[in-house]
């Protein structure tokens, strides 16, 4: 969810707002709330996962838009944990090899620290 501290990209603002929605229903200002997103951020992500097909509206009994996720989004969902899985942090933390091409092959010079 919300990192303190750390800016999030747009890939990691969209996934919390799934995971919000993700076992029930959210307002607008649950979302904002939770995953402390301002109200022009909101304006921005809302629009964007519904025309993806990401996430529904729908009107509650009391009027209030709810914010549902869709099969599609849960399945967005899944594609991100198998790529974080794929790539862990730890993987990404290890030093870059630097690639050279000698001869029509790729060689592994060395690792960068």
Same mark, same amino acid.
């Given at each position: ?13 969209? $996934?919390?707002? +799934?995971?919000?929605? !993700? ?7 649950? !979302? ?16 964007? %996962? ?15 838009? $709810? ?15 198998? %790529?974080?899985? +794929? !790539?862990? $942090?730890?993987? !990404?933390?290890?030093? +870059? ?8 092959? %790729? ?7």
């Amino acid at each position: 969810m919300a990192m303190i501290g750390k800016r999030r990209g747009r890939l990691e603002i969209i $996934e919390d707002i +799934l995971r919000m929605a !993700l076992h029930s229903p959210c307002l607008k200002y649950q !979302l904002m709330d939770r995953i402390v997103l301002s109200y022009a951020q909101i304006q921005i992500y809302l629009p964007l %996962v519904i025309n993806k097909g990401l996430l529904e509206v729908e009107s509650n009994s009391r009027g209030n838009l $709810e914010y549902k996720i869709t099969k599609k989004g849960r399945d967005f969902l899944e594609a991100i944990a198998r %790529v974080k899985q +794929l !790539l862990s $942090e730890n993987d !990404l933390k290890q030093p +870059l090899q630097t690639l050279k091409c000698e001869g029509g092959k %790729v060689v592994v010079m060395s690792r960068r620290p």
